[in-house]
C-alpha cells in the first residue's frame, strides 16, 4: 500500500491524501494570487514520489521548478518553521517538458484521424451543418483507405468531397460547396494559430507520458503559456488526450494508487462555449476513466466553472480564497461552501473569504469514499524548487530527456493529400491520353475524308480524259475521217463547185 500524501496541516493534524482515493478526482479552486500553483506543485511532487506518472499544463511557465531541488526560499522555510517541520529534506523530481510547437519541450503531435470529428469541429467552432459535413469526409475517408494524418490531408480531403458532391449525395445527402469552403476558412484560421504543428507524425506514444525513473513517476509538463492563446485548441488537446488514455487503458478496478493523474489547469476553458453534447462526453469520460485508475484534477478560480454534474465527482478538494466584491462574487462564495462536508466548528462561507496565501479549506475521502469534514490547514511548501528553471536548465532537461530524439524529426507518410494527388495526377494523364487518342481518331477521319475527296477527284478527271483520248481514237478512225471529210468536205465543197461551174461556162 502507497503512503499517504502530505498535502496540508493545521495546529491540531496532518492532511493526507490517500493515494487508492486519489482516481476519485478533484479540484484545486481559488483567486488568483491565492496559492492555486503551489497546491498543484505540492500534489504533482506527492504522486511522483510514490510512483505516479503526472500530466500537467505550465499556464505561466513557472512549474518547471519541479525538476530542481527547492531550498533557500524564504517563505517556504518560514511555513516549515510554522509548521514545525525541521528535517525536510529538498529534491527535484523526473521531469519530460512538452510543447506543442516544438520550442519549449519536446514536440507533442497527433493525427488528425485521432483527433476525431467530434472534438476538431469544437476547435474549429463549426455548427451543426459543417459538423455533419466534417463526419461525412471522414467517413469516406475511412472507407477509401485514406489516411488523414496532417491538416494537407484534411484539406485535400474536403476538397475532394466537394468536386465529387453529387457522387456522394447519392449515399450520403446534399453536401454543400459553400459549407466545405466555411470549414477550409476556420482550418486557415487555426493554421495560423500554429496548430498545423500539432497535427502529424510522429504522434505521441501515451506510455511515454506514463514512465517511472528509479521508482518515482515522471511529471509531463505541457508549455501553455503560448498555447493558452488558442484556449479551443488548449481545451480540445487535453480532452483529447484523456479520451485516448481512457481507450487505451484497461479496466483496472481498485488500486493502492492511481496508473497516472491529470491535472487541468484553467479548466474554465474546458467548459466555455462548449456543445451540451460535448459537456455530457466530458462527464462521461471524467466518471469512466477512474476505473482505469486515471485520476483528473480541475485547477480553477471558481468551483462554478465547472459544471454541477462534474463538480460532483470531484471528492478531493483544497479551496483557496475568494473574492466577494460583488453579489455575484458572494454568491460563488456561499455555492463553494456549500460543496463542502459541514464542519460545527468552522463558518466555511466566512473562512472562504478570510483565507490568506497558501491557506486552504481542505477536503479528502477517507478510506470509505466518504468526503472528510472540511478543516482549514496550510497548505504544506513542496520540495522541489517553486518558480521556472533557467532556459539552460530547461535546455539540459530536453537533451537528457528519456524521450530525446524521439519526436523532434517530422515524418510525412503517404496519406490521403499523396493517394488523392497520385489519383488526380492519373486522371488528368488519363484524360490526356483519351485526348491524344480523340485528336488521332479525327486526324485519321479527316484524312479519310481529304483522301476520299482526291479519289473521288481522281475518278472524275479519268472520265474527262478518258473522254478525250475516246475522241482522239475517233478522229483516228474511219468515220472519223468521214466526219472529217464531212466537214472539211462542206467548207471546201463550195469552192468546189464553184469553180467546176466556170469552167463549164467556159466550154
Known amino acids: 500500500m502507497a503512503e499517504p500524501i502530505l498535502i496540508a496541516k493545521n495546529s491540531e493534524r496532518e492532511l493526507n491524501l490517500l493515494p487508492d482515493m486519489a482516481n476519485r478526482h478533484g479540484l484545486i479552486a481559488g483567486a488568483t494570487g491565492t496559492g492555486k ?298 455555492s463553494a461552501a456549500q460543496t463542502f462536508r459541514e464542519n460545527p466548528e468552522l463558518d466555511v462561507e466566512a473562512a472562504i473569504t478570510e483565507l490568506g496565501v497558501g491557506e486552504a479549506l481542505v477536503s479528502f475521502l477517507d478510506e470509505k469514499g466518504t468526503p472528510g469534514i472540511v478543516e482549514r490547514a496550510y497548505i504544506m511548501p513542496p520540495h522541489s524548487q517553486i518558480g521556472p528553471i533557467t532556459p539552460e536548465q530547461r535546455k539540459a532537461l530536453i537533451d537528457n530527456s528519456i524521450v530525446a530524439g524521439h519526436y523532434e524529426e517530422v515524418y510525412d507518410r503517404e496519406s490521403a493529400y499523396e493517394l488523392l494527388i497520385a489519383k488526380a495526377e492519373a486522371a488528368a494523364k488519363e484524360a490526356e491520353e483519351l485526348a491524344k487518342k480523340e485528336a488521332a481518331a479525327e486526324e485519321a477521319e479527316k484524312k479519310a475524308k481529304e483522301e476520299a475527296k482526291a479519289k473521288k477527284s481522281s475518278r472524275s478527271d479519268s472520265t474527262a480524259g478518258a473522254f478525250a483520248k475516246s475522241a482522239a481514237r475517233a478522229i483516228g478512225s474511219n468515220l472519223g475521217r468521214q466526219l472529217v471529210r464531212g466537214v472539211l468536205g462542206g467548207l471546201l465543197g463550195g469552192s468546189t463547185s464553184r469553180k467546176r461551174k466556170k469552167s463549164s461556162s467556159w466550154w
Open 37 to 334: 500553483t503551489v497546491t498543484l506543485q505540492t500534489l504533482a511532487e506527492g504522486f511522483s514520489q510514490i510512483g505516479v506518472p503526472v500530466f500537467m499544463a505550465d499556464i505561466k511557465g513557472d512549474l518547471t521548478g519541479i525538476s530542481e531541488a527547492g531550498g533557500g526560499h524564504e517563505k517556504v522555510n518560514e511555513r516549515l518553521e510554522m509548521l514545525g517541520f525541521t528535517d525536510f529534506p529538498f529534491e527535484g523530481t523526473p521531469t519530460t517538458v512538452w510543447d506543442i510547437f516544438g520550442e519549449s519541450g519536446h514536440p507533442l503531435r497527433a493525427t488528425i484521424s485521432e483527433m476525431g470529428p467530434i472534438l476538431l469541429s469544437r476547435v474549429l467552432q463549426l455548427n451543426d451543418t459543417q459538423t455533419a459535413v466534417l463526419n461525412l469526409t471522414f467517413k469516406i475517408a475511412d472507407e477509401n483507405g485514406l489516411l488523414l494524418l496532417d491538416f494537407k490531408d484534411l484539406r485535400s480531403m474536403l476538397q475532394y468531397v466537394a468536386e465529387n458532391s453529387k457522387e456522394f449525395s447519392t449515399d450520403y445527402g446534399n453536401v454543400s460547396k459553400a459549407t466545405i469552403g466555411a470549414i477550409q476558412r476556420s482550418l486557415i484560421e487555426l493554421e495560423q494559430q500554429g496548430a498545423e504543428q500539432f497535427f502529424g507524425e510522429p504522434a505521441v506514444q501515451l506510455v511515454d507520458f506514463m514512465q517511472t525513473v528509479s521508482g518515482k513517476g515522471i511529471v509531463n509538463i505541457l508549455a501553455a503559456d503560448k498555447l493558452i492563446n488558442s484556449p479551443k485548441l488548449y481545451s480540445t488537446f487535453l480532452l483529447w488526450l484523456l479520451s485516448e488514455l481512457f481507450e487505451m487503458l484497461p479496466e483496472a478496478g481498485d488500486m493502492d494508487k492511481p496508473k497516472m493523474v491529470f491535472f487541468f489547469d484553467e479548466a474554465h476553458l474546458l467548459f466555455e462555449d462548449t456543445p451540451k453534447a460535448l459537456v455530457e462526453k466530458i462527464e462521461q469520460v471524467v466518471r469512466l476513466i477512474r476505473s482505469k485508475a486515471v485520476g483528473v484534477y480541475f485547477i480553477t478560480q471558481n468551483p462554478m466553472d465547472v459544471p454541477e454534474d462534474i463538480l460532483g465527482q470531484l471528492g478531493n478538494r483544497v479551496q483557496h480564497a475568494l473574492r466577494a466584491f460583488t453579489p455575484k462574487d458572494q454568491k460563488a462564495v456561499k
